[in-house]
Antibody, heavy 121, light 112 residues
């Protein structure tokens, strides 16, 4: 069965960086793009960017361009998302989500369980 | 950028009654070349990731109970729960994928 398993909760100080992983299983990793979506407490879901897991190219929301980096390790079937220059406004649950397409925007049929990132001094 | 609004913000419905949630897009998400509406609906329960219910505006995801249905085209869409069950208490989000993904603000559904 398809699974996306994310790394555990993180606490960081303002100005630091955090890297979250998302390990995929149960399907052909390079056949499906992986997106990242975050949700601040009590807020709506916010799309951050995606990666073509086969070719490795990425696209980011303008809001996060330059501060978020998405990468992948095809041998490990894992996607990583790193956010730099953290502020308290980055406190949120971060989700990876799969689309059933190699590239681009589509609906998300499987989601990771979420990783809570807390930014606090 | 496409903006999605939802109404109402929250609602309380009696068990077995119908719940109707609306989603309005700032521009059409109907792609002319394939006549498909690039809109999905999700259910999110506390502490859980969103769960896909509906895609292409009206196609029910495998395993989703048939009391959930989606309708609409262009800029106006509706998610209907025909007979509310206790397990349907959740926040419901619409999402467009016509361009980079955007989600609506969510509608909270409770039991009256």
């Amino acid at each position: 069965q398809v699974q996306l398993v994310q790394s555990g909760a993180e606490v960081r100080k303002p100005g630091a960086s955090v890297k979250v992983s998302c390990k995929a299983s149960g399907y052909s990793f390079t056949n499906c793009a992986v997106h990242w979506v975050r949700q601040a407490p009590g807020q709506r879901l916010e799309w951050m960017g995606w990666i073509n897991t086969g070719k490795g190219y990425t696209k980011y929301s303008q809001k996060f361009q330059g501060r978020v980096t998405i990468t992948r390790d095809t041998a490990a079937s894992t996607v990583y998302m790193e956010v730099s220059s953290l502020t308290s406004e980055d406190t949120a649950t971060y989700y990876c989500a799969r689309v059933k397409a190699v590239t681009g925007s589509l609906y998300f049929d499987y989601w990771g369980q979420g990783t809570l990132v807390t930014v606090s001094s | 950028d496409i903006v999605l609004t939802q109404s109402p913000d929250s609602m309380a419905v009696s068990l077995g009654e119908r719940a109707t949630i609306n989603c309005k897009s700032s521009q059409s998400v109907l792609y002319g070349s394939n006549n498909k509406n690039y809109l999905a609906w999700y259910q999110q329960k506390p502490g859980q990731p969103p769960k896909l219910l509906i895609y292409w505006a009206s196609t029910r995801e495998s395993g989703v109970p048939d009391r959930f249905s989606g309708s609409g085209s262009g800029t106006d869409f509706t998610l209907t729960i025909s007979s509310l069950q206790a397990e349907d208490v959740a926040v419901y989000y619409c999402q467009q994928y016509y361009s980079d993904p955007v989600f609506g603000p969510g509608t909270k559904v409770d039991i009256k």
